[in-house]
C-alpha cells in the first residue's frame, strides 16, 4: 500500500505501526489538533489516510479540551523531546 508525498511528489510506501516508530514520522501542530508528517511516509500516510479530515480534527478538538488529546508521550511542533504536558 502506497501514497503520494504532496511535498515530493513521490509514491512511498504508507506508516506501518509494526515497523516504523510513530514519532519518527509524525508530531502534531502546536494546536494538538492537527497531525503533521517529518517524512515522505508520514506526509503520504496523512494524505492517503485523509487523517486531518474536519470530523477527526472536530474529534481531537474535543479531546484536546477536556485533556486527553494529544497523547501526553507524542511531541508537537516545535517540542525537543518528550514532552511534560499533563
Known amino acids: 500500500m502506497t501514497g503520494v508525498d504532496l511535498l515530493s511528489g513521490a509514491e512511498v510506501r504508507l506508516f506501518n505501526p509494526r515497523c516504523d516508530r510513530w514519532a519518527d514520522h509524525f508530531v502534531w501542530a502546536e494546536d494538538g489538533v492537527i497531525l503533521v508528517g ?13 487523517m486531518n479530515r474536519e470530523r477527526v480534527l472536530l474529534i481531537r478538538q474535543a479531546d ?8 501526553k508521550l507524542d511531541r508537537l511542533l516545535g517540542d525537543s523531546g518528550t514532552s511534560d504536558r499533563v
Open 64 to 71: 484536546r479540551d477536556v485533556g486527553r488529546h494529544p497523547p
Open 38 to 50: 517529518l517524512t515522505e511516509i508520514g506526509r503520504a500516510t496523512i494524505a492517503r489516510l485523509d
